[in-house]
């Protein structure tokens, strides 16, 4: 493969990427869709793992309908300036968690992420955003 080749596949990934994170913003701004997807996967508690814009955006779409203990992310804080979100670390994370789901929803990293995550956690607790949104529950 040549360099423009590359090039473009890059560019192609990273447009997929940019138009899935995209599509999922819209899709978390719809109440009564995330309140389905919430009561579709029994959730009452959560964490969300990412400080990004995703994490956040998730956070503000579903706090007021469930507990959501804290934004999850490797450095222990938000890479979005908001005030109010509890956000704590990886490790922070390990000496609370409890049992409860973990959405996880970095798209890049989310393989990565779920990998070290699962070291630890039950992988039936661990969800993608984008299964949350638009997959199925399984019986």
């Not at 968690?97 to 661990?126: C, F, H, M, N, W």
């Amino acid at each position: 493969m040549n360099f423009e080749e590359e090039l473009f596949d890059l560019y192609v990934k990273d447009y997929r990427i940019e138009s899935s994170c995209y599509n999922m913003m819209g899709r978390m701004l719809e109440t009564e869709w995330m309140k389905e997807r919430l009561e579709l996967f029994h959730i009452q508690s959560l964490y969300i793992y990412g400080g990004g814009y995703l994490g956040v955006q998730l956070y503000n779409a579903i706090h007021t309908m469930v507990d959501v203990k804290a934004v999850v992310d490797k450095n222990g804080g938000l890479s979005v300036n908001v005030k109010g979100i509890r956000a704590i670390s990886f490790d922070d994370l390990m000496e609370e968690y409890a049992g409860e789901k973990i959405i996880i929803t970095p798209v890049k990293y989310y393989q990565r992420i779920k990998d070290d995550l699962s070291k630890r956690i039950d992988e039936k607790q661990l969800l993608f955003l984008g299964e949350f949104l638009e997959g199925m529950v399984e019986q």
